[in-house]
């Protein structure tokens, strides 16, 4: 069974400049999440999608950050425009159950973002 | 505070010392618990559930404590692939959506 997939896989960007990253979940997997983990710290989510329907959010800036899971599979994640703290590792990762008990979540290898 | 909190180590061992783990979190409601795994620039990968009972996985044995809100993760026989960073994980109450909560890991390296 293939994995998450996540491109690209590194980006350096200077700030100010936008960003977009994308995720193709597990098949059939109609969870999707979005984290951000910066350097010496574990992930934090940032949203999640219940397939194309957010189900939190309250963790995205959402003055520059926006996601979207149009047709309730593949997804993107943008920043615009970054900052220097928008330097991390963005994990995606997916989930099989849509509700109910805590089943595994799979991640993706993470886009490594730089902005200089 | 953080909801869920570690000691962040590093923790360096000899090859076939017996290390443990200790996390605690703020949330008394926090339905589910994990052990994931972190390898060097790679993704989190789970390593095991946790349940109040106490569960083991071979040379990895984790307890939960929900009166103290304390859960540990204790591995034996240490290998040199056990090196990774690990991170304690809960699910807090939040209607029905499986929510993870990361700590921010514990550092483990193991040395010949």
């Known amino acids: 069974e293939a994995g998450v997939a996540q491109s690209p896989r590194y980006k350096i960007i200077e700030k100010r400049q936008s960003v977009a990253f994308w995720c193709n979940p597990i098949?059939?997997?109609?969870?999707l999440y979005w984290y951000q983990q910066i350097l010496g710290q574990g992930p934090k989510l940032l949203i999640q999608f219940q397939n194309n329907g957010v189900v939190d959010d309250s963790q995205l800036p959402k003055d520059r950050f926006s996601a979207e899971r149009l047709k309730g599979v593949d997804s993107t994640l943008k920043i615009q425009p970054a900052k220097l703290e928008d330097s991390a590792v963005y994990l995606c990762?997916?989930?099989?159950?849509?509700?109910?008990?805590?089943?595994?979540?799979?991640f993706g290898p993470g886009t490594r973002l730089t902005v200089l | 505070r953080k909801e869920v909190e570690q000691d962040p180590g590093p923790f360096n061992v000899p090859e076939g010392a017996t290390v443990a783990f200790n996390c605690t979190y703020s949330?008394?409601?926090?339905?589910?618990f994990f052990w994931y795994r972190q390898d060097c620039r790679k993704e989190p990968k789970l390593l095991m559930s946790?349940?109040?009972s106490g569960n083991e996985d071979g040379r990895f044995t984790a307890q939960l404590n929900r009166a103290s809100q304390y859960i540990s993760l204790l591995i034996r026989d240490s290998k040199l692939s056990d090196s990774a960073t690990y991170l304690c994980v809960v699910t807090p109450f939040s209607g029905g959506y499986n929510k993870l909560i990361f700590g921010a890991g514990t550092r483990l390296a193991v040395h010949p």
């Open positions: 990762a997916s989930r099989h159950q849509g509700t109910g008990d805590a089943d595994t979540q799979y």
């Open positions: 949330n008394s409601a926090s339905q589910s």
């Open positions: 946790v349940y109040s």
């Open positions: 098949s059939g997997h109609a969870t």
